[in-house]
T-cell receptor, first 112, second 116 residues
Framework: AQSVTQPDIHITVSEGASLELRCNYS??????LFWYVQSPGQGLQLLLK??????LVQGIKGFEAEFKRSQSSFNLRKPSVHWSDAAEYFC??????????FGAGTRLTVKP | NAGVMQNPRHLVRRRGQEARLRCSPM?????VYWYRQLPEEGLKFMVY????????ESGMPKERFSAEFPKEGPSILRIQQVVRGDSAAYFC??????????????FGSGTQLSVL
């Protein structure tokens, strides 16, 4: 059965520092992988997704993620964090919208 | 173009009452998904609906929960005889076409249900 693990429940970084949010998955076939951001009081927004091809995926807001099959990982990165990036981030895996599994989320706090 | 609208944002019910959560999809979207987010857990799929049809309800509890998406009006997630364990944030999402692999979901802001 597919599953998604986000090992870090809460991460705090200073503004301007680099960021990496971890995501590990278990899936029987080639997975489709997603990162969503949930901002306080707002809905979820798709940051990026990986289906096939180049394993380094560029998303919105300066985020990127790299699919590593050998490590079953799809970590989210950003070179320089902005205060507005503070939010809850969800990694998801699945084959379709009604077959998605979400991680428990990682809360990002940005210090001034 | 308004996004996915969910209301109410917060809903408080006493045990045994009914909760009705509404979701208006984005304009032009005919596919709606409901998810439940429990504290310290990820979003869990509940049900996928098209207009007047339930496509996949594999994530719905067998009892007390029901969902509809009528031809006119919002999608409704109905929870009868609520219990404290129903307390959670319920998110709705919509998409324009069938829930295939590449279809982008748009999420609402969620309804926080609190059962006293």
């Amino acid at each position: 059965a597919q599953s998604v693990t986000q090992p870090d429940i809460h991460i705090t970084v200073s503004e301007g520092a680099s960021l990496e949010l971890r995501c590990n998955y278990s899936y029987g076939a080639t997975p489709y992988l997603f990162w969503y951001v949930q901002s306080p009081g707002q809905g979820l927004q798709l940051l990026l997704k990986y289906f096939s091809g180049d394993t380094l995926v560029q998303g919105i807001k300066g985020f990127e993620a790299e699919f590593k099959r050998s490590q079953s990982s799809f970590n989210l990165r950003k070179p320089s964090v902005h205060w507005s990036d503070a939010a809850e981030y969800f990694c998801a895996v699945g084959a379709g919208n009604n077959d998605m599994r979400f991680g428990a989320g990682t809360r990002l706090t940005v210090k001034p | 173009n308004a996004g996915v609208m969910q209301n109410p944002r917060h809903l408080v019910r006493r045990r045994g009452q009914e909760a009705r959560l509404r979701c208006s999809p984005m304009k032009g979207h005919s596919h709606v998904y409901w998810y439940r987010q429990l504290p310290e857990e990820g979003l869990k799929f509940m049900v996928y609906l098209q207009k007047e049809n339930i496509i996949d309800e594999s994530g719905m509890p067998k009892e007390r929960f029901s969902a509809e998406f009528p031809k006119e009006g919002p999608s409704i997630l109905r929870i009868q005889q609520v219990v404290r364990g129903d307390s959670a944030a319920y998110f709705c999402a919509s998409s324009a076409r069938t829930g295939g692999r590449n279809e982008k979901l748009f999420f609402g802001s969620g309804t926080q249900l609190s059962v006293l």
